[in-house]
């Protein structure tokens, strides 16, 4: 299907539609991505912060045959966003001793940084004209016209930035360049990974993802706040069947609409509920403060110990006195 029909059909709501603009350009999206921001990781944020924003602004395209210079706009503000707030983290040295050693070794970790690195700063040193389309190349080995396609231009600039980033890298890298962008690509379910809301209760969201992608309990979600800021973060509490999830804010969020994405991030919770949270769980969900009506029977043990709610159902269990003579007869219903 062209992008174009997809990009009308995503419009008018058909997730499916988005989902398959996403599995188009997820690629691009991401490649240039980490060429402005040089991290594989940032590049992936970046680039599903960029889909939540372009589901959002859909509305905003006047010419659909414009979606990938559209995007690549979105994917370029947010890296900008994302070098605006970066920060680098620490570790106290005490904490050293508990971080966990990884295979392979240290000398073999180190080769393996150095040999990677120095291929990632030939090419992050590169113009950059000439760093967008080597990257775009290597990231999943598009052609020429693919590439020309989604930064909107000519094939012949793309191949001259081609052939002189060619000349400035040293020999050797390109398999190199091509194993590194392999192993550190975007996962194959990515576009997958995103559902919607249905339905919001308080603190408590159920969302709709591909029944073959549904995300595991205790997985964090990310969700657009409406603005195109993915700054609402969810926990996967419950699988409610057909392709549903049910999940809890944190902190907790109102005024979430059907049908706002939610993205799997494949992240495990990073922290436990807190009690207040857990608190206006139940309340949401009204667990212990639902108000009903007490049904009087006039037994005052039964209304003083242990009242029943009007319209609920009751039930009791033991040989009722008339019915001892019968084996058989073990529990009636009240």
Not at 235 to 262: E, K
């Amino acid at each position: 299907m062209q992008p174009r029909t997809l990009v009308i059909r995503a419009d008018s709501g058909d997730l499916d539609a988005f989902t398959e603009l996403v599995r188009c350009y997820q690629d691009t999206a991401f490649g240039f991505a980490f060429s402005i921001l040089g991290d594989f990781h940032l590049a992936q944020d970046a680039t599903q912060d960029a889909f939540v924003a372009a589901y959002f602004n859909l509305s905003s395209l006047h010419d659909p045959d414009r979606f990938a210079g559209w995007l690549r706009g979105i994917v370029r503000h947010q890296c900008s966003r994302i070098l605006r707030k970066r920060r680098l983290s620490t570790l106290p040295l005490e904490g050293a001793r508990e971080v966990a050693a990884q295979a392979p070794g240290p000398e073999g970790q180190a080769e393996q940084r150095d040999a990677m690195g120095a291929v990632l700063s030939e090419i992050m040193s590169l113009p950059e004209p000439q760093r967008e389309v080597t990257i775009l190349y290597y990231v999943r080995e598009y052609s020429q016209a693919e590439i020309a396609a989604f930064l909107e231009l000519p094939v012949t600039t793309v191949n001259n930035r081609l052939h002189a980033a060619r000349k400035t890298l040293r020999g050797g890298l390109s398999q190199m360049a091509r194993d590194i962008f392999n192993s550190n690509a975007l996962p194959e379910d990515f576009a997958e990974n995103v559902g919607k809301i249905v339905r919001q209760q308080g603190p408590i969201i159920d969302a709709r993802f591909g029944p073959d992608t549904l995300p595991t309990i205790l997985t964090e979600l990310s969700i657009s706040d409406g603005a195109g800021q993915p700054g609402i973060t969810a926990h996967v509490a419950q699988h409610l069947g057909d392709g549903l999830v049910r999940a809890i804010t944190v902190p907790p969020a109102s005024g979430l609409s059907p049908g706002a994405t939610v993205i799997n991030t494949l992240n495990p919770a990073g922290a436990a509920l807190s009690a207040q949270v857990l608190e206006e769980v139940v309340n949401a969900l009204n667990v212990s403060r639902r108000t009903t009506e007490v049904l009087e029977t006039g037994i005052k043990v039964i209304d003083l110990l242990c009242p029943y709610p009007r319209g609920g159902g009751s039930g009791s269990s033991g040989e009722p006195a008339w019915a001892r003579w019968s084996p058989q007869a073990s529990w009636y219903i009240a």
